[in-house]
């Protein structure tokens, strides 16, 4: 296989050998230039772990951790990102109080930011539900966010965001009253118009844009892998086929690959990119 000439990287992607195409997925994103990316841990309910206590997380963490090793094994850089599903939250009060709930995913980020300062992971991953949710809910899921913002402002590390479209602009508040940097906290599925770090679908139409303005984004896929819902959100293969049709249409450069694919990740998340 050719070398590639720059790092081209998923910011947000699943691969799931239980429920998906597993390392096929990965193998398509090697073979169409992808380089590196971030392994974002799945809801738990997808790997049949029901949980009841913040320990339970540990066993989707682990899984997480052991395609990452898979994956590392073909010749792609993987960064694990941990946390809890905002929509954990609906699932987990169906079986329990919405304060106990909220407990229990509280904890699920402590035992998230233990895998972080062992080294283990490089980002956590927080949010509200993007659906309606009664005002209860919202709050309470805003009171997870917040512990989130919190733990990841101690283990000085990046924080992906799973919320509702739009900017978010309160987020951005929480961040700055937990003392955490707004630029490391990623708006997974992001828009251009946010205050946080706009992880971008490698698709989005406002890249060249963005791009020639100098504005900081990264691309990502949000594959999640599984049988029943083939190449969503985007598939596999999107975000080095996407960079590499920009660059072939000259919309942006090889020097802006470099920034978006690497000096941006390696601010945003404190990570380096090298090939």
Known sequence: MKSPAFPITDDHIHIDPVNGRGIEAAKD??????????????PSWSLS???SRG????????ETLRVARMIEEIGVVVFPVLGIHPAEISRLSERMPLPEATEVMKAGIDCAAAYVEEGKAVALKSGRPHYDVSPEVWTASNEVLTHALNRAAGCRCALQVHAESGPCTDIADMAR??????????KHYGSPDTP??????????AIPQLTRERRVFTMESDYMDENSRPGAVIGPKSVPRYTNQLLRDELITQ??????HAETIGKVYGVVITL
């Open 49 to 51: 772990v029901y949980p």
């Open 29 to 42: 994103f090697l073979r169409s230039g992808g380089t590196h990316l971030f392994l974002v841990s799945k």
């Open 55 to 62: 320990t339970d997380y540990a066993a989707v963490f682990d």
């Open 177 to 186: 009253n937990a003392g955490f940097p707004v630029e490391r906290v990623v």
């Open 196 to 205: 946080l770090h706009p992880s971008l679908i490698a698709k989005h139409e």
């Open 255 to 260: 020097e802006d690959c470099f920034r978006i």
